[in-house]
């Protein structure tokens, strides 16, 4: 079935880093995707999204790019604040559902 | 409310009891799901309402998990017979479709779910 696969384990960086998470999928077809945060304490929220191949998504100056060559959909920021600390889920939009993958924590250290 | 709200925001029982968890979604939302957060494991699906469609139940881990949305609205999430298992967040999400297989999904704070 439809699924994402994320990059494992915790990601912690110092303020002003790069970040990459890396996302893959396997789907049938080409389905929308999505990233989806989770800030301390804070429900899920919609970060960004591609609904079609080569489309970039972007907000909070993170940015993915749907790659159907590759079928990833990696999730970037170039310089993350501390604020950006969360959980960061990758998801695509399969038959009745958003798939989830396992989700990434970020910590960023000032 | 404006968001999504699940109650109660915590819950303790003991194995082998019922326990019911609750979501009243956005207004207007007809799309509900419900999901559950293990830790490790990410987002599970559990259950997809969509209008007055049959539910996708496909989900569901054993038959000892029921879901009913009624008048199109409120949501209750019954587990029976809970098992160490079940322990876990249960995320509800209400959902604005936008377009051919684009959805953004509005979620709950979610209930923590403790089994002894």
């Known amino acids: 079935g439809d699924s994402v696969t994320q990059m494992e384990g915790p990601v912690t960086l110092s303020e002003e880093a790069f970040l990459t998470i890396n996302c893959t999928y396997t789907?049938?077809?080409?389905?929308?995707l999505f990233w989806y945060v989770q800030y301390p304490g804070e429900g899920l929220q919609l970060l960004l999204k591609?609904?079609?191949?080569?489309d970039k998504g972007s907000n909070k100056g993170f940015e993915a790019t749907y790659r159907k060559e590759t079928t990833s959909f990696h999730l970037e920021k170039g310089s993350v604040q501390v604020s950006d600390s969360a959980v960061y889920f990758c998801a695509l939009r399969g038959n009745n559902r958003l798939a989830f993958g396992k989700g990434n924590q970020v910590v960023v250290i000032p | 409310g404006a968001g999504v709200s699940q109650s109660p925001s915590n819950k303790v029982t003991e194995k082998g009891k019922d326990v019911e968890l609750r979501c009243d979604p956005i207004s207007g939302h007809t799309a509900l799901y419900w999901y559950r957060q293990s830790l490790g494991q990410g987002l599970e699906f559990l259950i997809y309402f969509q209008g007055n469609s049959a539910p996708d139940k496909s989900g569901l881990p054993s038959d000892r998990f029921s879901a009913e949305r009624t008048g199109g609205s409120v949501s209750t999430l019954t587990i029976q017979r809970t098992q160490q298992e079940d322990s876990a967040v249960y995320l509800c999400a209400s959902s604005l479709l936008l377009g051919p297989g684009d959805e953004k999904l509005f979620f709950g704070s979610g209930t923590q779910l403790s089994v002894l």
């Open positions: 789907a049938t077809g080409y389905p929308s």
């Open positions: 591609a609904t079609k191949a080569d």
